[in-house]
């Protein structure tokens, strides 16, 4: 079991397989969240790929070391994808469900609640997508209960995250409010916890990575920026230049 203090060095660990192996990451997200999540994907080290085509999705994700399911633009094509690449998923490559949203459509919320059924390695969403997700408000109690009956992490994302497997749980403080500024910032959260995934086989360390890392990125960010224009360019950079170092200074954890 990891204690908080360890997570900190865990993070920057996966952070450099992240480099070194430049494992590529297929979205399947919303058309908002396409551009920037490539772009985050790239700072940070990874390969995006973007493909809905069905001719063509299953042989993308089958070569993929991660996936990402992202409901924020269900269109016809899309809702096809997700099926046939989480099929291509099977076992082999882990995949993280962001269901976006879903409060607010209840066609959305049953697809997420199917999709959650087949055990993503990760659940990365908000408190009211949760509601809807769980059925529950988002408490200790409920996340834990939830992320051990589904099998899948829980990473809650907010004025604080809460990452839990339901046996280890984590509260991050990071981040900055003009991260609530930039469209689709977290989606390319979700997408930077996928580049996790594709190097960490432990799925609540790599969950938890991924939000501090992103988390740390926006901090440095905001300290450069000038508003939200200067900031989405600026947490790019942020990414690109993180190290071990920044990361041990600025992460704040609690158990």
């Known amino acids: 079991m990891h204690a908080p203090r360890e997570l900190p060095d865990i993070a920057a660990d996966v952070l450099a397989r992240i480099r070194a192996r430049r494992p590529r990451v297929h979205c399947i997200t919303n058309a908002v969240a396409q551009n920037f999540s490539a772009n985050v994907l790239l700072a940070a080290g990874a390969v995006p790929s973007m493909t809905i085509a069905a001719d063509e999705i299953a042989e993308f994700v089958a070569r993929a070391d991660a996936l990402l399911v992202n409901l924020g633009t269900l269109d016809p094509e899309r809702r096809a ?10 076992e082999r490559v882990p995949w993280v469900l962001d269901p976006v949203l879903i409060d607010r459509s209840p066609p959305r919320c ?4 199917a999709l959650a059924a087949r055990h993503p390695r990760a659940i990365r969403l908000n408190a009211a997508e949760f509601r809807g997700l769980a059925g529950a408000a988002p408490s200790a109690e409920t996340l834990a209960r939830y992320a051990a009956q589904g099998a899948s992490v829980i990473g809650l994302t907010g004025d604080r995250d809460i ?5 280890r749980s984590v509260t991050i403080r990071n981040g900055d409010p003009l991260m609530a500024k930039v469209t689709a910032m977290g989606c390319a959260a979700s997408a930077i916890v996928a580049a996790c995934h594709a190097v960490e086989p432990d799925a609540f360390s790599a969950t938890a990575a ?8 926006g901090e440095v960010a905001a300290a450069r920026a000038h508003g939200p224009g200067t900031f ?7 990414l690109h230049a993180l190290d ?4 041990a ?7």
């Not at 994808?81 to 099977?90: H, K, P, R, S, W």
């Not at 071990?244 to 990361?247: D, K, V």
């Open 81 to 90: 994808a997700i099926e046939l690449a989480v099929n291509a998923a099977g």
């Open 110 to 113: 049953a697809l997420a609640v």
């Open 163 to 167: 990452v839990t497997d339901g046996g």
């Open 210 to 217: 991924g939000l501090i890392l992103i988390g740390i990125a």
């Open 232 to 238: 989405a360019v600026e947490i790019l950079d942020a």
């Open 244 to 247: 071990a170092a920044t990361i």
């Open 249 to 255: 200074r600025h992460a704040r954890l609690e158990p």
